[in-house]
């Protein structure tokens, strides 16, 4: 199976990842003309919304909450600004609806929802913030990773600090002729407190648009080697393994990261091959 996922040039769904090729990680990333309308369902699945680009209003319910009524977020045109976005998280059974106030691009990032038990072992540990909730850029952790031609700039939309059952979501900025996700490392064995087992999957934009970065993602064993050229709103799919991406001379990088698994929990493990690179 390719890991990488094609963006489509035209339509309303610029990517989405293939039903059942994850277990536990959903992608889908939309365009949206001013005044057009996305409907949302939750079903049995969280969902965190993150606004790439533009403006909306977010309307909608959830099972046993009240109705939330989000108008005239977002305020940058690119996600290659210096700014954190508006993003969304919705409990399982929620339904909305996400109204273009002008030209939007907008994620769509999905998980399990909680069972029963779990949601009562997370309302104790959290609270009731189990609702719908907006969360706005500047709740969201920035910080700068790595040095040198390693420097990437992170920004932690929903993070383990923060409450959902099974989602976590990044986005990451890697400057031109950078490598990112560097040095390698992977997080697919259940073996906490050494690593954690999650999915992933990395949602690209380049800029300028023409340009294009390298993704390889491999095992230890080398069951899984795909190395991808992967070009503006394509996708890359990480079931298990390393994943490094690097970025070209003269092109930035932008990747939305969304993880999940049966522990919400990221504890990473960085390949020993390369590992003499964190002494530098």
Not at 63 to 83: C, H, L, M
Not at 86 to 113: E, K, N, R, T, W
Not at 138 to 166: F, Q, W
Request: charged fraction near 20%.
């Amino acid at each position: 199976m390719s890991l990488l996922v094609k963006s489509n040039a035209r339509g309303r769904t610029m990517v989405e990842l293939g039903k059942g090729e994850l277990e536990y990680v959903g992608f889908a990333a939309y365009r949206l003309s001013l005044g057009e309308t996305l409907p949302v369902s939750a079903g049995d699945k969280e969902l965190c919304l993150v606004l790439l680009s533009g403006r909306v209003s977010i309307k909608g319910e959830a099972p046993g909450q009240d109705a939330f009524d989000w108008d005239n977020i977002g305020d940058r045109q690119s996600v290659f600004e210096d700014k954190s976005p508006f993003a969304a998280y919705l409990p399982p059974g929620s339904q909305a609806q996400v109204v273009a106030l002008s030209d939007v691009q907008i994620a769509v990032c999905s998980a399990p929802g909680f069972t029963t038990e779990a949601k009562s072992e997370k309302i104790a540990a959290f609270g009731s913030s189990y609702s719908p909730r907006l969360i706005k850029p500047d709740t969201m952790k920035r910080s700068v990773r790595g040095k040198g031609a390693n420097t990437r700039y992170v920004c932690d939309i929903l993070p383990d600090t923060e409450p959902a059952h099974s989602l976590l979501v990044v986005e990451v900025r890697t400057p031109s002729g950078h490598s990112s996700s560097y040095p390698p490392h992977k997080h697919d064995t259940d073996d906490l407190p050494h690593q954690s087992f999650l999915e992933e999957t990395y949602y690209h934009q380049i800029n300028p648009p023409q340009g294009f970065v390298f993704q390889r993602v491999y095992t230890d064993d080398r069951s899984i080697d795909q190395a991808m050229a992967v070009e503006n709103s394509d996708l890359v799919v990480v079931p298990k393994g390393y994943h490094p991406v690097s970025v070209p001379y003269g092109y930035e990088s932008y990747y939305l990261n969304v993880m999940a698994g049966p522990k919400r929990v990221w504890q990473f493990h960085n390949d020993p091959q390369h590992s003499w690179l964190l002494d530098l």
